[in-house]
């Protein structure tokens, strides 16, 4: 099951964290939902769901400040013995004596950040959702043209990473080379990224690896990109019939996402960074509605029925 360190999460949000004698270093967060624990405050634990994150906002800690002293301990104690990741005070509202007691008690850390509570819910989520979205990683390039993420792929050696550095060279990004991260962030979205050790080079036969973010500068790279489109580059083949209309979309899928790909036939000569570019902008085209291929039918249908009626 993925998970990932509380330790990353704090740095990440530059978390304040207000129980340094807990050891944070084993607990890790399993699930991308957050609680804002107002009925467990009044002691109400049923459906409680204690991998989540606890979120305490300014609701929450208005009433807090009425309970009295008595109160407060024993709401704490009964909410940290439920062992949850960490709970989090926004708008760098301190935490009291009794709840550092508690989380100090039960291993359960209390960190604090100065975002306002909606946002930082929100962001947290958001962020949670990519970190422990399914993962999977394929041999491929994924480089972010004109907006949209292209996932280039293709047998070793057809020419994947030259293609991606002459569209770098063209203003575009490389977000990754030679292994692409796929998560499924959503029904619709899938986002790739580039594994640490992998960042930000690309390996050129007869050249070795060059480091692209030193090279072009960091205009010219990318660390996460949705993948809009998937381009496979293949041996032209005299004996393969190749679409040379478009009118039907071909689709290949990733942990049960489909995604537009289009196969390209690869001969001496021919320009593969335009072919990519072009690409990328009539996938655009017919995302705002308008397809060419459709629109070249049309023509031909128009143009035969004037015949027939000047017949």
Not at 138 to 154: A, C, R, S, Y
Not at 170 to 189: A, F, K, M, P, Y
């Amino acid at each position: 099951m993925a998970s990932v360190k509380l330790t990353k999460m704090i740095d990440m949000y530059n978390l304040k964290n207000c129980t340094p004698d807990i050891d944070i270093s084993g607990i890790r967060i399993k699930i991308p939902d957050i609680n804002r624990p107002a009925l467990q405050l009044v002691g109400y634990f049923e459906h409680f769901d204690s991998d989540r994150v606890q979120v305490i906002g300014y609701v929450e800690y208005s009433y807090i400040q009425h309970m009295d002293e008595e109160e407060k301990v024993k709401a704490y104690d009964a909410l940290m013995s439920k062992k949850f990741p960490c709970i989090i005070f926004c708008r760098d509202m301190e935490p009291d004596e009794a709840i550092i007691a508690a989380g100090n008690k039960y291993g359960v850390p209390i960190l604090v950040t100065e975002t306002a509570t909606s946002a930082f819910t929100a962001e947290l989520v958001r962020w949670l959702n990519v970190e422990l979205a399914p993962c999977i990683s394929i041999h491929g390039v994924l480089v972010d043209v004109f907006g949209e993420g292209v996932l280039i792929m293709g047998e070793s050696g057809i020419g994947k990473s030259e293609a991606a550095l002459e569209l770098i060279k063209r203003g575009h990004r490389l977000v990754t080379d030679d292994v692409v991260e796929i998560r499924r962030v959503s029904d619709e979205t899938l986002i790739g990224t580039a594994p640490d050790m992998t960042r930000h080079f690309i390996e050129l036969r007869g050249i070795g690896i060059i480091d692209v973010k030193t090279l072009f500068g960091v205009e010219s790279v990318k660390e996460t990109q949705s993948i809009n489109m998937v381009i496979k580059l293949e041996e032209w083949s005299r004996d393969k019939d190749y679409d040379r209309l478009g009118l039907e979309e071909n689709y290949t899928e990733f942990l049960g996402n489909k995604v537009v790909c289009h196969a390209i036939p690869i001969r001496p000569g021919r320009n593969l960074a335009i072919i990519v570019e072009t690409a990328a902008v009539n996938h655009r085209q017919k995302k705002m509605g308008y397809n060419a291929a459709q629109e070249f039918c049309n023509r031909v249908q128009r143009n035969l029925m004037k015949h027939d009626d000047e017949d």
